[in-house]
């Protein structure tokens, strides 16, 4: 029997004021399937899912077209009960669309369309979150990561949706995690009978649960069918070089002299109320090295860094930089030996201040300079790290993920640190992006003479990047060995993580 179509696409066009984004994209999906949209970023695939219910509106954008709903046109007079009743949406990061100020349980509660608190229970022990009660009280930033998303999936279930769109829902996830994450969401999906569309630049993750797959390239869908025709028999070279890149990543470099040790760091705990947050952790890492910290979401990985950085000043133990004791550095001047590249390069940067004022306002205030002279520092450092010239007048707003990574990487360096860390600075990319990044990093590293701590979930990346690695749980180092030792001879749960890579 052959299956009906939940959604058709016609003719879509997005418009960035009179510029084009998405390039007239057709496609339709069946009911009770999974459609896959891959690509790298810019290439308008999170565009492309988002138009579905006109979401694309808030950021400011424009489309044309048609979007049909089981061969119902969605227009202005129907799409707020399609959205309310029909379709649900999962974003990539849980802390954005979860109201921080409302408990857990009542946001869920609101997305019922008979509002009932056993309801409520009952989807969180769906979701599989322990205690349903205790987390029904809770509020979004006292859960894990892993648990946010979870709740967001309650919320997207609570409806009995037709369609769910996940967009890019499970990047910032752990391994572990994500594996999880994603055998709930076919768990759900048999149970309710409900189609997928999954945005992601995890081509390893789309090709094991998707049905079909859209391939997407500057704004037009360049390849699509069933995801075996797509990954076994790619027609297009885009899709070839796609396919092809998701196999590689940057190789470490090699550190060929016997180094100093820069940071050593002994017996630090730390506790936030009555909850041990790191237990008796130590570790040196010499200059040039990199180290890698890896671990599932709440293992302790970020919380290191912010100790390292001092912005956790109230831990025991100790921690050395040069054989200084950090408590004695202030934070000023810590900053200058010590930088951190985040996980989001938007909101990491200030989004009203063009690119190369991003630059050139740190050095003036660190290294009391003029403006000229700053301007000089920040074109040079904009140029190592690979930025094209037309973008340095642009604001954020304006760049694609990779290049806006390469500013906050400049703006780190245009401080002159000898430790960058960096935490989760490329998960949110696609990986041909990833992989240009992790290059620039280790060609940044042996010309600049760096030492790196890289903290990721992804063991893949880590085993690539670093030298040796900490594997943490639950803010105890349960691994700790040279990165050859530690994928030759894994320890159990180690063991457990390299098992779960998608």
Partial sequence: MKSSKIISVKNLKIFAKQTALVKGVSFEINENSILGIIGESGSGKSLTALSILNLIKYKGLTQTGKIFFKNELISKSNIEDIIKNKISIIFQDPMSFLNPSMRCGN???????????????DLIEKVKIPNPLET??????????????????????????????????TSSLDSLVKKDILKLLIELKKEFKTSLIIVSHNLNLIYSISNYVLVMNKGRIVEKG????????????????LIKENKIVGKKSVNQHKANTI?????????????????????????????????QSGSGKTTISRCLTGFYKNYNGEIKYDEINIREISRYKLSRKIQLIFQDPYSALNPNIKI???????????????????????TEYLNKVELKKHLFNKYPSELSGGERQRVVIARALSLKPELIICDECVSALD?????????????????LKLTYIFISHDLSLVKHM??????????IIVDQNSTKAIFKKPKDYTKKLIEAII
């Fill in 107 to 121: 946001q869920i509660n609101e997305a019922l369309k008979v509002r009932d608190k056993q309801s409520v229970l």
């Fill in 136 to 169: 029904y009280n809770k509020y979004p930033h006292e859960l894990s990561g892993g648990q946010q998303q979870r709740i967001m999936i309650a919320i997207a279930i609570a409806k009995n949706p037709d369609l769910i769109i996940a967009d890019e829902a």
């Fill in 226 to 241: 069933t995801t075996k025709q797509v990954f076994n028999k790619p027609i297009e070279e885009y899709t070839k070089n």
């Fill in 263 to 295: 940071l050593v760091v002994k017996n630090l705990d730390l506790s936030l109320g009555n909850k041990i947050i790191l237990d008796n952790i130590n570790f040196k890492i010499k200059k040039g090295e990199t180290l890698g910290l890896i671990g």
């Fill in 356 to 378: 190369i004022n991003q630059i050139t306002d740190p050095i003036i205030i660190h290294f009391k300079i003029n403006k000229n002279e700053a301007k000089t520092l920040a």
């Fill in 431 to 447: 990986k041909s992006i990833q992989n240009a990044i992790l290059k620039l990093l280790n060609k940044l590293k042996i010309e």
């Fill in 466 to 475: 670093s030298d040796n690695i900490i594997v943490l749980k639950n803010g």
